[in-house]
């Protein structure tokens, strides 16, 4: 597609489930981001993929958080045992590579019950 | 540097105003920089970007000024229409050789546009 294609658009699970968010970045962005963002609030940065540099995972707020990519196509945001505080959109951007315009995508909102 | 906090900074503009939306950037290292539009519900969009080497940029009815001696960025919008209403984030990318990680953005805390008719 011409854009970042998140899926789920929308997660509700239950407390001490995993999940798993998948973002398919734009055709040949070597860059991947993932940020989360509660309501009301600002990117809360997690993870960021760099061609075949190693992943910046200094974002990542616990062990319980972790993601790969596979080359330079899909991305997998995995949160294992998720609580009540992990509520909120997460959204995936790419860009084409250093200092270029990122593209997020639309989010998938997760709702942790 | 990133901003994750509550009470973002508002803005209120009468239509076809103008607005100035203020952002000040954390390293004076920083090289490149973008402006993003967040609508309710939906991820931020690109609207426009600037690199280190320029202090104005234009686009279609917005402008970005960098003033690189006092660490300011700045979003111009000519005639401000309800459909601006949005929140407006500013990002800002550090080169390899300031320690960070290679392109990665960070975010400002943002700033909620209110257009009123």
């Known amino acids: 597609g011409a854009g970042v294609s998140q899926s789920p658009s929308n997660k509700v699970t239950e407390k001490g489930k995993d999940v798993e968010l998948r973002c398919d970045p734009i055709s040949g962005h070597t860059a991947l981001y993932w940020y989360r963002q509660r309501l009301g609030q600002g990117l809360e940065f997690l993870i960021y993929?760099?061609?075949?540099?190693?992943?910046?995972k200094s974002g990542l707020p616990s062990d319980r958080f972790s993601a790969e990519r596979t080359g330079e196509s899909v991305s997998t945001l995995t949160i294992q045992r998720t609580q009540q505080e992990d509520s909120a959109v997460y959204l995936c951007a790419s860009s084409l590579g250093v200092r270029q315009g990122a593209f997020f995508g639309q989010g998938t909102r997760l709702t942790v019950v | 540097g990133e901003s994750v906090g509550l009470h973002l900074p508002t803005l209120s503009v009468q239509e076809g105003d103008n607005s100035i939306i203020n952002c000040a950037y954390s390293n004076s290292a920083s090289d490149y920089f973008i402006w993003y539009k967040q609508e309710s519900g939906k991820g931020p969009q690109f609207i426009i970007d600037i690199r280190s080497n320029m202090d104005k940029r234009q686009g279609q009815r917005v402008t970005v000024l960098l003033n690189k001696t006092v660490k300011h960025l700045s979003l111009q919008i000519a005639a401000t229409q309800p459909g601006d209403s949005a929140v407006y984030f500013c990002?800002?990318?550090?080169?390899?050789?300031?320690?960070?990680?290679?392109?990665?953005?960070?975010f400002g805390r943002g700033t909620q546009l209110t257009v009123w008719p």
């Open positions: 993929f760099q061609g075949n540099s190693a992943p910046d």
């Open positions: 990002a800002e990318t550090l080169p390899p050789d300031r320690g960070s990680t290679l392109g990665r953005l960070y």
